[in-house]
């Protein structure tokens, strides 16, 4: 049983490695019209590409991949984390409001431009600054009800203040002159296609530190999800380990969110297919879904691309719902009980 | 006898009224300690006090002869190891992982077990008679089995000193004796520390060496189980009719309950 545990990570790794591989290949190729050869891409990456393919794939689709890559390994961690913190299996980086938090300042900064910085970088800061004050706005009201903080209360903390700022983002949205209005609601429902070097130099370096920082909390959040008292019962600081992920994950929710916008159901597909093949170790789902989570965004910023190029690109939070949802809804039916909750 | 606790003076109070108040007691290494009383009487709050889980309003609790206020939750988990009333656990951990749990206060938060960690982890499901099933997934299983795990856990956290929260409440009556049996051998054979918190007066009277009975928020009798257990402090705490016996057949002590006072 041990030795067939470890050959099931050991393939999952494997096959998950593959598929981002193949994944990172076929979003490099998109040519708009056209689709390069992966001789072509390959030719280009290492510099021996043509002028033309040169720009295609290093200038216009590699910014893109290799935020992709930080975003939804980004999501999926945090997703996993979340949902071992609260014990909760919708738990998701957005439960506490980040994401509409990131929506409010980024419609705020195309509805209120300051005219010394550029909309651009202004757009992503506001939100970035926005969502991690939701976050301690929620964490600070389910403190106020007590000295302890009960998993409850955050989460319904975290629903009512959501619900809040999103209706105030939607009368933004309402009120904006038409021409900012686009803005507003493509950014709300994800993009990967304004992804530049210098967003990624500030959005990576978070992304990278704080996955890293929840892989090492993964053997006391296995505590955790037994339960508080269990959890300090074997020496964990339950009060300050959870405080200290809240923050490390609205860190990273809010360098993917805006840069990237809401792109949903990463952080809660990801974490339960994975739980579903290897268990619920989260020393083993935290890794793979930092895998999981860049292959499956790039599978959808691919299919954005390609599946109607009538339409052009389509937003890639449209995509992962759509493939989402229905995946998840399949293990809800089918699964329920090996999942666990 | 060595101490391996002492609380001194110790208060505790939950949204301004008292729970416990001026509880003084010290636990000799290798004894078992009942703390008895009727439910809601603040025994699950006292324990609770003992590894830090809830900090006292006054007072302190000394372990090894350092106050646990001065030390981490790891280092205390290192030293005392608890056995909690509740044990539902969603989540399908198998019985081994559940087990290895029990090394985390032995380990940095990001390295693998150790021959060792897995060695203790051996013997504690073999002690538990668990071994045959620690493939087992933990959300499949009974209360009382799960509660064997949890024993499990805590053999595997290798402690000085094992609270029990009502270690017999979800037990099956054969099962209550297997637990106890097997607590009370590591109390004799490793010298480990027991205090047991319960309203269990027969099981009390039979496995302890020492009885605390709470009452009104304080002690209100600790000794030998003869000396607390007598018919006038049940009634006074428990409101029942009993009496403590010798029960030769198996040379301990027994409770017997004729009946409550209730309405006489």
Redesign the interface.
């Known amino acids: 049983?041990k030795g067939n545990k470890t050959a099931r990570v050991t393939a999952t790794a494997m096959v998950l490695a593959v598929i981002l591989f193949v994944f990172v290949m076929m979003d490099l190729s998109w040519a708009g019209t056209r689709t390069l050869s992966l001789g072509e891409v390959w030719d280009a990456l290492i510099g021996k590409g043509t002028w033309a393919n040169d720009i295609i794939v290093n200038t216009q689709n590699l910014p893109r991949v290799v935020l992709g890559i930080f975003v939804g390994a980004g999501l999926a961690v945090t997703g996993a984390v979340m949902q071992a913190v609260f014990?909760n299996p919708l738990a998701t980086p957005y439960i506490l409001g980040l994401s509409s938090g990131a929506s409010l300042g980024a419609a705020l900064a195309v509805l209120i431009p300051v005219s010394f910085i550029p909309l651009t970088l202004m757009q992503p800061m506001l939100a970035f600054v926005l969502c991690f004050c939701t976050m301690l706005l929620v964490y600070s009201i389910s403190k106020s009800s007590g000295s302890m903080i009960k998993t409850e209360t955050l989460v319904l903390a975290g629903v009512a203040v959501s619900s809040l700022i999103t209706a105030v983002v939607s009368l933004l949205t309402y009120i904006a002159p038409s021409e900012q209005m686009g803005s507003i609601v493509f950014w709300s429902m994800g993009s990967l296609g304004n992804a530049t070097w210098e967003k990624i130099a500030f959005a990576a370096p978070i992304i990278a530190v704080g996955i890293f920082v929840m892989?090492?909390?993964?053997?006391?959040l296995?505590?955790m999800?037994?339960?508080d008292?269990?959890a300090?019962?074997?020496?964990?600081?339950v009060r300050r380990i959870r405080l200290f992920l809240l923050v490390i994950s609205s860190l990273v929710v809010a360098a993917a969110v805006s840069f990237a916008g809401t792109i949903g159901f990463i952080g809660l597909v990801i974490p339960h297919i994975f739980r579903l093949i290897l268990?619920?170790?989260n020393r083993l789902v935290i890794p793979i879904s930092v895998i999981g989570g860049s292959a499956f965004i790039l599978m959808c910023d691919y299919i954005s691309h390609v599946v109607a190029p009538l339409y052009g690109v389509l937003p890639i939070g449209v995509v992962t719902a759509i493939i989402g949802a229905p995946f998840f809804i399949y293990l809800l039916c089918t699964k329920k009980k090996?999942i666990?909750? | 006898m060595v101490n391996a606790m002492e609380v001194k003076d110790l208060s505790y109070s939950y949204a301004g009224s008292n729970v416990l108040e001026d509880i003084c007691l010290t636990v000799g290494k290798g004894e078992i300690l009942g703390i008895l009383g009727p439910n809601g009487g603040g025994k699950t709050t006292l324990l609770k006090n003992l590894?830090k889980?809830l900090s006292p309003r006054c007072g302190c609790v000394l372990v090894d002869g350092t106050d646990i206020a001065d030390l981490?939750?790891?280092?205390?988990?290192?030293k005392v190891?608890?056995v909690?009333q509740?044990n539902?656990?969603?989540?399908?951990?198998?019985v081994r992982?559940?087990v290895e749990?029990?090394r985390?206060?032995f380990?940095e938060?990001?390295r693998g077990s150790s021959t060792s960690d897995s060695e203790i982890v051996d013997r504690a499901l073999e002690q538990t008679g668990l071994t045959g099933m620690q493939?087992r997934l933990i959300?499949t299983m009974s209360g009382g089995e799960r509660q064997r795990v949890i024993i499990a856990r805590a053999i595997a956290?290798t402690p000085q000193i094992l609270l029990m929260d009502e270690p017999t409440l979800h037990l099956d009556i054969s099962k209550q004796f297997d637990s106890l049996n097997l607590v009370t051998k590591l109390a004799r054979d490793n010298g480990m520390t027991v205090v047991i918190v319960s309203h269990d007066l027969a099981m009390a009277a039979r496995y302890c060496d020492r009885i605390i009975m709470i009452h009104n928020h304080r002690i209100h009798a600790m000794g030998r189980p003869e000396e607390v257990l007598t018919p006038e402090n049940m009634r006074t705490v428990f409101n029942v009719d009993a009496d403590l016996f010798f029960d030769e057949k198996i040379g301990k002590n027994t409770v017997i309950l004729h009946d409550s006072y209730n309405g006489n």
Do not use: Y
């Open positions: 049983m014990r892989v090492c909390q993964s053997r006391n296995n505590a999800m037994l339960g008292a269990h300090m019962d074997l020496g964990v600081d268990g619920p170790d090996a666990g909750w | 590894n889980n981490s939750k790891k280092a205390i988990a290192s190891a608890v909690p509740t539902e656990v969603n989540f399908s951990f198998t992982e559940i749990m029990g985390m206060p380990q938060s990001f493939e959300n956290q």
